[in-house]
């Protein structure tokens, strides 16, 4: 998520629907870190330290900062996710707070009023808007909170409608429509289809033989999938590009070759007349049906 024009991408499809109104070359990196002292003059108080995944900031025309955008990867649900995101958000806005008195304490460019003595931050001052997304890279239903209100425990509607909420942007691709997905412009299409149809194998051959893009997938993304799906597949070291459809044919292969090895064994076949089966049955080589044996048979 640190590439550009993955980043890029990811918020477009989220915010404009695959729209490319935000540019890879817009966005500046910025220190994971939020540092934050509540309320400016750093005075009083212990600071906060908190590392975010991904943080950029998007500029207007390279000068003028327009949005802070963010992102957390999560490998597994999180159910205490909105309050991870505020406390995030917050901490990066109470750091501009503190940019703010410190830079006008040291132009002095007028008197400041009593109430923005107190706090630093001036009544013309200004906060860049921050976006945090949050990007579940499961198979699964994200079936977490996604507002802070629902993270409460029951209390009286009369009170409850004064408790601040907060809700968080989720990309979870098993609650994506293919439509959805298919607004994605980079590989991120393909990452989040095979993600989201990892567990059904019959319609996760249809996808990825219908979209000829998983026949030269890049080789980085094709890693993404591996991790994230833990489907151990193998493909040439040093290729660039990788053919999923062939990857997938033989981690098929290999597994019902598992099958057949295991189901030899339970008709107390013996070694050898099990190799002789497996080059027949698979069309391999006695010396490959060996080695494909010898992983099996235990």
């Known amino acids: ?45 212990l600071p906060t330290q908190k590392y975010r995944d991904v943080l950029k900031l998007m500029m207007t025309d390279g000068n003028v900062a327009y949005c802070i955008l963010g992102c957390e990867d999560q ?36 008197k400041p009023s009593s109430g923005e003595f107190l706090g630093g931050f001036h009544k013309t001052d200004r906060l860049i808007p921050v976006v945090t997304l949050v990007i579940y890279w499961g198979p699964d ?30 990309i979870a691709p098993e609650q994506m429509t293919d439509e959805e997905i298919k607004e994605f412009q980079t590989n ?46 193998k493909y040439p070291e040093g290729k660039e590009k990788i053919d999923m459809c062939v990857a997938l044919e033989e981690m098929r292969t290999e597994s019902e070759i598992k099958g057949a090895v295991e189901t030899c064994k339970n008709f107390n076949m013996t070694f050898e007349k099990t190799i ?11 010396k490959q049906a060996e080695d494909e044996v010898k992983k099996y048979w235990k």
Do not use: C
């Open 1 to 45: 998520m640190k590439d550009p024009i993955i980043f890029a991408d990811m918020f477009n499809k989220f915010l404009y629907h695959g729209k490319q109104v935000i540019r890879p070359e817009s966005l500046t990196e910025m220190d994971t870190t939020e540092i934050a002292v509540p309320y400016g003059d750093g005075k009083a108080g």
């Open 75 to 110: 490998s597994a649900i999180h159910y205490a996710m909105p309050v991870k995101n505020m406390l995030y958000d917050s901490m990066q806005l109470a750091q501009q707070v503190t940019k703010a008195a410190k830079s006008h304490r040291q132009e002095r460019e007028h």
């Open 141 to 170: 239903r994200w079936d977490g909170p996604l507002t802070l209100k629902e993270m409460y425990a029951a209390v009286d509607d009369s009170i409850m409608q004064y408790v601040p909420d907060y809700k968080i942007n989720l």
């Open 188 to 233: 991120l299409k393909e990452v989040m289809l095979y993600i989201k149809y990892s567990k059904n194998k019959a319609k996760l051959q249809e996808v990825t033989q219908a979209d000829k893009n998983f026949q030269s997938l890049d080789r980085q993304a094709a890693e993404v999938i591996n991790v994230t799906t833990n489907s151990k597949l």
């Open 276 to 286: 002789q089966y497996i080059s027949d049955h698979f069309a391999v080589s006695l």
